[in-house]
């Protein structure tokens, strides 16, 4: 049974890494980004809830009169 030869393990992969990394540069060269993104304003709506016509008063148990 022949032995595995691994010396030259680390430059295979080394040399895939590398050609893995100019490969995906070139795909992300090729593409087109905004330079100054701007956002778009967005209206709220303002929804009007019975408790915001009418005034209330919470009364706390501490601030009742003695």
């Known amino acids: 049974m022949p032995q595995l030869d691994t010396s030259t393990w680390l430059v295979m992969i080394s ?14 060269s090729k593409h087109n980004f905004y330079y100054s993104p701007e956002l778009t304003a967005t ?8 408790w915001e016509t009418t005034w209330t ?6 601030s009742l009169p003695l």
């Open 57 to 62: 008063k919470t009364y706390l148990p501490l």
């Open 15 to 28: 040399s895939m890494f590398l050609t893995l990394f100019i490969i995906f540069q070139l795909k992300i």
């Open 43 to 50: 209206k709220t709506l303002k929804q009007n809830t019975p």
